[in-house]
């Protein structure tokens, strides 16, 4: 009887597999899907958070009004008075009880979205009130009181015997009116103009304005200045080019609370200015940080002062330049 024979199957039979190119698809797909899940999954977050900001604003004002009506058509001092307390979102409040008509804005902010409700605007509105920062960005303020002369010269004063500063309405960089700096004598050196602002210990300040050669200051121009409060004289960019606006800025770390002197001036070791010698200077911003904005004070769009118009400080969202 003959034996049945059987196949013996090599040992060294390839498997079926996948090549690289299909794991590259495969790898490709999965990447595909992954970012259309993570654009949806930020969709719906962005929507929730603005959503949310939506309905805080929503229940703040009703909660202002209802304190409005029970104190007399009296708006409450701050939020906190009239029961708004929200974890998840950061609110703004403006509120002015002695004008007529009374007057509030409200900004209600999560993450990047932010919403609006006041006197005035009835429903939630994109954006932030007047000097409420929005978007997630914090407000600023610009420390100068009377930043562009609009109505008054307070606030500056002449260098020296040698200078004579004068409002102007002759040349401006904004608004209507301008600093006009004379050198008057060539007795005591430098000419400019200064201003005194109180400053922290510890704290980074920023000033800058702009300045409008009418005559040359020699090879240093005009620049921006300070005593620094406790520190040594610290000197900006110098402007040199004569007949067109530029801006000067200086950034310094004072070591004192107290008053530190912020000059727009002939730098020290220049030389003399000649009698008759000029310059304008306008629009000055003194904030903190290191930041040199763009200059922005009470009457910029979404500013607001904080006191009375072109005698306080004021408040807005930043740009930088």
């Given at each position: 009887?003959?034996?049945?024979s059987?196949?013996?199957?090599?040992?060294?039979?390839?498997?079926?597999?996948?090549?690289?190119?299909?794991?590259?698809?495969?790898?490709?797909?999965?990447?595909?899907?992954?970012?259309i899940?993570?654009?949806?999954?930020?969709?719906?977050?962005?929507r929730?958070k603005?959503?949310?900001?939506?309905?805080?604003?929503?229940?703040?004002?009703?909660?202002?009004?209802?304190?409005?009506?029970?104190?007399?058509?009296?708006?409450?001092?701050?939020?906190?008075?009239?029961?708004?307390?929200?974890?998840?979102?950061?609110?703004?409040?403006?509120?002015?009880?002695?004008?007529?008509?009374?007057?509030?804005?409200?900004?209600?902010?999560?993450?990047?979205f932010?919403?609006?409700?006041?006197?005035?605007?009835?429903?939630?509105t994109?954006?932030?009130?007047?000097?409420?920062?929005?978007?997630?960005?914090?407000?600023?303020?610009?420390?100068?009181?009377n930043?562009?002369?609009?109505?008054?010269?307070?606030?500056?004063?002449?260098?020296?015997?040698?200078?004579?500063?004068?409002r102007?309405?002759?040349?401006?960089?904004?608004?209507?009116?301008?600093?006009?700096?004379?050198?008057?004598?060539a007795?005591?050196?430098?000419?400019?103009?200064?201003?005194?602002?109180?400053?922290?210990?510890g704290?980074?300040?920023?000033?800058?304005?702009?300045?409008?050669?009418?005559?040359?200051?020699?090879?240093?121009?005009?620049?921006?200045?300070?005593?620094g409060?406790?520190?040594?004289?610290?000197?900006?960019?110098?402007?040199?080019?004569?007949?067109?606006?530029?801006?000067?800025?200086?950034?310094?770390?004072?070591?004192?609370?107290?008053?530190?002197?912020?000059?727009?001036?002939?730098?020290?070791?220049?030389?003399?200015?000649?009698?008759?010698?000029?310059?304008?200077?306008?629009?000055?911003?003194?904030?903190?940080?290191?930041?040199?904005?763009?200059?922005?004070?009470?009457?910029?769009?979404?500013?607001?002062?904080?006191?009375?118009?072109?005698?306080s400080?004021?408040?807005?969202?930043?740009?930088?330049?």
């Open positions: 009887m003959w034996a049945t059987r196949k013996i199957q090599p040992l060294n039979k390839p498997h079926p597999g996948f090549t690289i190119v299909e794991l590259l698809i495969v790898i490709v797909v999965i990447g595909i899907l992954a970012a899940t993570i654009v949806s999954f930020n969709g719906v977050q962005n929730a603005a959503s949310a900001a939506q309905q805080s604003v929503t229940q703040a004002n009703r909660k202002v009004l209802a304190y409005s009506v029970q104190n007399a058509d009296q708006y409450p001092a701050d939020l906190a008075t009239a029961g708004v307390t929200d974890a998840d979102t950061t609110y703004q409040y403006s509120v002015n009880n002695a004008s007529s008509p009374r007057t509030y804005c409200i900004t209600a902010t999560n993450g990047v932010s919403y609006y409700q006041s006197n005035t605007v009835t429903s939630p994109t954006g932030g009130c007047a000097g409420h920062g929005q978007g997630g960005v914090a407000a600023i303020t610009n420390y100068v009181t930043p562009g002369v609009e109505i008054v010269q307070s606030g500056y004063n002449p260098n020296n015997t040698s200078s004579s500063v004068s102007s309405t002759a040349l401006f960089y904004t608004g209507s009116a301008s600093l006009l700096v004379q050198s008057v004598n007795t005591n050196g430098y000419n400019g103009a200064n201003m005194s602002m109180p400053v922290t210990a704290k980074t300040y920023t000033f800058s304005a702009w300045v409008y050669l009418n005559s040359a200051y020699g090879a240093s121009g005009v620049g921006a200045t300070t005593n409060a406790g520190t040594s004289v610290k000197q900006g960019n110098l402007i040199t080019t004569i007949g067109t606006w530029q801006r000067t800025s200086v950034t310094f770390t004072p070591t004192l609370t107290s008053n530190a002197s912020l000059y727009v001036i002939t730098p020290s070791g220049s030389t003399v200015a000649t009698v008759g010698a000029s310059f304008y200077t306008d629009s000055w911003m003194f904030t903190e940080g290191t930041t040199l904005y763009d200059f922005a004070d009470g009457g910029s769009t979404n500013w607001a002062w904080t006191g009375t118009a072109q005698a400080t004021s408040t807005g969202p930043p740009s930088g330049n």
